[in-house]
């Protein structure tokens, strides 16, 4: 066993974990990052088929990291879920964003507030990720995104057009490998935290070694959960014993129409300088807070052709060089909606063999939002013919890495909730940085207001670091 002590110890090495270390790390405390740490470079040679997780179909996302097979193997096999939703997570060194294109959005005031957060903190801190990032809200448009915009302007729809900020990644100044630079700096992978508990002087965490299964033990001033609002839920369910105990699950349902951008057609020489999901819709209607529905437009991949031949109705002999010749012009529609608290949308912990958990997630809509979504997917498809896109085919697609809740802000006669700043009900010691907290879902990309947020947290945490 063994036993280290930090001022602040921050599960999860994403773009929650990097933001809450850095206002700690500037201010000279002794800092610690324990995380999975998986190199997502390294690859296996045999790849599991994970019939346990119950899918019928997988996605784009599931086979990227399914190919990448050393983190997706590790991760499913050490967080079990049962779900009939389609949830992707990682042990990866620095989370998500050595995935994902560094494009996101801001929450608007109103949707700030419909998830608790407060709104000038918040937007306080995203002037100083927007630094840290190097965020470029006016880089160059590709063909699609001008042609779209265009005909927004002389067609004007019931809901915004516009660029999405975008960044060469989510950690431009804010990684691990830039925070080992400073001395009051330690990073530990290879460890998942197992349990934590917040006594009188310090927090006590126990972890467990991935490679070899070794129990350690840390104690610290302060402890931050910033690993996924899954996880984060997870760890806070073992360690308060709250097995079979009901908590919050927030995520979006998720509808994908591929588009044939008609006005595209015949400007083939222009489609070199193609970028990646500039574009975004935004509904104008309000719905409990947030935007009634997100759309972010992606160029089509080429690459996936054989994946969207199943969307026309057509022989394999015709259809192949048919998408080969119009490819460049598609363009898919990823419609999202915003998720809001219900009892039909939980996590909870069962007990496993061998210490081994299970969090099973439902996500069940009821009638009443399924309805709104198929009114709601008549009206984008119809704004989407006014710019020029020719729907082929819709589809539903449960698969998400963007999730919420589980320790919901300020959640009366809740066993699991947080306060305003971040802080767990009834612990001193021990914060929440992820989207754990929230009691709400945006339909736009949440890893901005996620990092923000995170940052806020870490402030919190200095503040009272003093007082305790």
Known sequence: ????????????????????????????????????????????????DFSNINLTETSNAYELFRNNS???????????IKSKIEI????????????????????????????????????????EIAKHLRLEPKLPLDIHSKLILRAAKSNPIDSTVYTLPSAANYVNTLSIDIFKRFKNFTYIPNQLVY????????????????????????????????????????????????????????????????????????????????????????????????????????????SAIHKATKYIQLPKLVVVPLMRIIAPSLVIADV??????????????????????????????????????????????QQLRILGLFPLKIGSDYVTTHYAG???????????SSDKDGKLNNSKRIYIADSATWRGLPGKSPTLTIMANASRVGKNVLKNFNHF
Not at 70 to 80: C, E, G, Q, W
Not at 345 to 366: A, H, M, P, V, Y
């Open 195 to 302: 349990k934590a508990k917040d006594k009188y002087r310090l927090v006590e965490i126990q972890t467990i070694s991935i490679d070899k299964s070794l129990k350690s033990t840390f104690q610290v001033r302060f402890l931050i959960l910033a690993a996924g609002s899954i996880n984060t839920t997870r760890i806070l369910l073992r360690s308060l014993e709250l097995f079979n105990y009901r908590t919050t699950f927030l995520t979006k349902a998720h509808y994908v129409i591929v588009c044939l951008h008609l006005r595209a057609l015949f400007k083939k020489k222009s489609f070199k300088k193609m970028r990646l999901g500039q574009l975004a819709i935004s509904s104008n209607q309000i719905q409990g807070g947030l935007s009634k529905f997100f759309i972010q437009l992606f160029r089509f991949n080429p």
């Open 88 to 127: 992707i997570q990682t042990l990866s060194k620095g989370g998500f964003s050595q995935f994902w294109h560094g494009i996101s959005d801001f929450f608007t005031t109103s949707e700030l507030k419909a998830i608790g957060l407060s709104v000038d903190e918040i937007q306080s801190e995203y002037r």
């Open 406 to 416: 589980g320790v919901p802000l300020n959640k009366s006669g809740s066993k699991l």
């Open 336 to 381: 999202r909606f915003p998720s809001f608290e219900s009892k039909g949308k939980f996590s909870k912990l069962k007990k496993g063999l061998d210490e081994r958990d299970i969090l099973e997630i439902q996500f069940n809509e009821t009638a009443g939002e399924l309805r709104d979504h198929q009114k709601e997917l008549k009206k984008i498809k």
């Open 1 to 48: 066993m063994n036993q280290e002590q930090f001022d602040v110890v921050i599960v999860g090495s994403g773009p929650a974990g990097v933001s809450a270390a850095y206002p700690l790390i500037k201010a000279g405390l002794k800092v610690a990052i324990i995380d999975g740490g998986l190199n997502s470079r390294n690859k296996d040679e045999k790849l599991d």
């Open 70 to 80: 050393f983190v997706f193997n590790k991760t499913y096999r050490l967080l079990n």
